[in-house]
């Protein structure tokens, strides 16, 4: 077991849930047709939640499998090879992803540097995410459940966030 970037998953994975419950626990609509879908139609909402699903999945495919970068192996080689790089990527991350939720509440509250930040917190968390990719492929011996799983969580931290929803709700906050 990777003990730092164990207790940093822990941690900051609770710091995600956390802020998630302060700001949508209040919400009277249901999760599919929450505000922040940004009045997207539910059969769009539906094919971005199957993402979400399959993301969570990738997740604990190059993190908490056996094999993972918990479990197993931390990464060899690459980009994420140095303990200190990878530690801090992912408390990177999980520090924007925590962000989110409070920076898009009030941005949609008419914040627009609230929604600069959201926005900026969606670019780095995809930045993070490609170096996920990035050095799950540069390994020394990559394996088969750390890329794949860093590729299903990639397809909603880079594309469904960090550039679909993010351009959407740019267009309807900061560039109003």
């Given at each position: 077991?990777n003990?730092?970037p164990?207790?940093?998953?822990?941690?900051?994975?609770?710091l995600?849930?956390?802020?998630?419950?302060?700001?949508?626990s209040?919400?009277?609509?249901?999760?599919i047709?929450?505000?922040y879908?940004?009045?997207?139609?539910?059969?769009?909402?539906?094919?971005l939640i199957?993402?979400?699903?399959?993301?969570v999945?990738?997740?604990f495919?190059?993190?908490?499998?056996?094999?993972?970068?918990?479990f197993g192996?931390a990464?060899?080689?690459?980009?994420?090879g140095n303990?200190i790089?990878f530690s801090?990527?992912?408390?990177?991350?999980?520090?924007?992803?925590?962000?989110?939720a409070?920076?898009?509440?009030?941005?949609?509250?008419?914040?627009?540097?609230?929604?600069?930040?959201?926005?900026l917190?969606?670019?780095?968390?995809?930045?993070?995410?490609?170096?996920?990719i990035?050095?799950?492929?540069?390994?020394?011996?990559?394996?088969?459940?750390?890329v794949?799983?860093?590729?299903?969580?990639?397809?909603?931290?880079?594309?469904?966030d960090?550039?679909?929803?993010?351009?959407?709700?740019?267009?309807?906050?900061?560039?109003?």
């Open positions: 077991m003990i730092i164990f207790i940093i998953t822990i941690l900051g994975g609770l995600v849930l956390l802020s998630y419950y302060l700001v949508f209040g919400s009277k609509q249901g999760y047709n929450s505000k879908w940004l009045g997207q139609k539910q059969t769009i909402v539906t094919i199957c993402f979400q699903i399959l993301s999945i990738g997740f495919l190059f993190m908490a499998s056996p094999n993972g970068w918990l192996d990464p060899t080689g690459g980009v994420l303990k790089v801090t990527v992912l408390t990177v991350f999980l520090l924007a992803s925590a962000s989110w409070f920076l898009a509440k009030k941005g949609l509250d008419g914040s627009r540097t609230s929604a600069a930040l959201c926005s917190s969606l670019v780095v968390s995809a930045i993070c995410a490609i170096l996920f990035a050095g799950s492929v540069e390994e020394e011996n990559p394996r088969w459940n750390v794949l799983g860093t590729i299903l969580f990639g397809i909603t931290i880079i594309l469904s960090g550039i679909a929803w993010n351009a959407k709700f740019l267009k309807s906050t900061v560039f109003k």
